[in-house]
């Protein structure tokens, strides 16, 4: 069933990181020689009216292309986020970012906070400039997702459909709806501010709202752990994780020369069910050997490598190579040595 948004007179937090959202052009005709991550959140926010007057608070804490995210970007935004979380007074947060590497920071948030208040992703596919802006609506929209009674978890807002982080994926170069989710497809719609519930939130633990059953303790513990390591571990020295591709013609010299250069992880994104070229499956085999940890994925664009024969490859978590890289990132975070 719809459900209107809420009055509340609990603030909405916009974090601002960049991205097309922000992005400007010379020419309202300019859809691809853009500049992202230009306007502030307060300029972002001044341009849809239908947010006036609605209880929000902007943080400018980032201001870059989302192809250069990374620690030096997750690690700032965990701990605004657990801060923020905090406030009884804050219902939700949206976080403006680029569509372009949306897909690991909503995993590694989800992983990370697995929050119990909405904190909600928005995006642009066209710059603020554009005939056909679509990060006002879209922007709306997350708010809308972020002051919604019960919703949790990290959650994606583009073009009126609600996704979970770790189900979504890019799939689309440039139409304005570029995300879809499998298998199970959007968890919610949002359609004129009217939410449609199609399955449940996303698990939601502690942070920033009561523990809703959903996770379990030893679940919540390990989390808390990783949180402590995310924020504590020097964004330079993050383990160091490669995403190689399957391909014809592969030659194996990139795997041994990830290994040589000191690569702690390697996602192999397979061709089809995983399947990997006989030069990578052997590169593969050396790199464990040598102690290098080994996640599997797909290359295609969707779908998630399913009952592996015979082979003893771990697959990774999330519905892509993206996700799949970030969470291997974080177990090695999380069992790894202690750096500095
Ligand atoms: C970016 O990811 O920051 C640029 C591209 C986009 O937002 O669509």
Not at 202 to 227: M, Q
Not at 249 to 265: E, P, T, W
Request: net charge neutral; charged share 15%.
């Amino acid at each position: 069933m719809p459900s209107p948004a809420p009055e509340s007179s609990q603030q909405v937090l916009i974090i601002a990181t960049g991205g097309t959202i922000a992005g400007t052009a010379a020419s309202a005709t300019d859809n691809v020689g853009y500049s992202a991550a230009q306007l502030t959140a307060d300029v972002l926010v001044a341009a849809v009216p239908a947010l006036a007057g609605l209880p929000i608070q902007t943080v400018q804490l980032a201001q870059l292309d989302s192809k250069d995210a990374g620690p030096a970007l997750w690690q700032p935004l965990v701990a605004t986020l657990v801060r923020q979380l905090s406030r009884a007074d804050v219902a939700g947060i949206v976080i403006t970012h680029g569509t372009d590497t949306l897909e690991e920071t909503a995993a590694l948030l989800q992983r990370v906070l697995a929050p119990g208040k909405p904190v909600v992703l928005s995006a642009a596919m066209r710059p603020a400039t554009s005939l056909q802006a679509d990060g006002p609506q879209n922007l709306l929209d997350a708010v809308a997702v972020a002051r919604t009674p019960g919703a949790r978890g990290v959650l994606v807002v583009l073009a009126g459909r609600v996704h979970a982080a770790d189900a979504m994926r890019k799939q689309d170069a440039y139409r304005l709806d570029a995300f879809d989710s499998a298998p199970a497809g959007p968890v919610a719609l949002v359609e004129e501010g009217l939410m449609t519930p199609l399955r449940p939130w996303p698990e939601g633990g502690s942070a920033g709202g009561s523990p809703d059953g959903s996770v379990a303790p030893a679940t919540e513990s390990k989390r808390l752990t990783l949180l402590n390591a995310v924020l504590r571990r020097d964004p330079a020295h993050w383990p160091r994780v490669a995403w190689i591709t399957s391909h014809a013609g592969f030659d194996a010299a990139l795997v041994d020369a990830a290994v040589a250069a000191g690569f702690q992880g390697l996602v192999l994104a397979g061709t089809g069910n995983g399947s990997l070229h006989a030069e990578l499956e052997a590169a593969a085999e050396r790199a464990q050997q040598a102690g290098v940890a080994l996640r599997l994925a797909t290359r295609c664009a969707s779908g998630r490598v399913v009952g592996q024969v015979g082979r003893r490859l771990e697959v990774g978590r999330g519905s892509g190579p993206a996700q799949a890289r970030v969470h291997l990132v974080l177990d090695l975070l999380l069992d790894g040595p202690p750096h500095p």
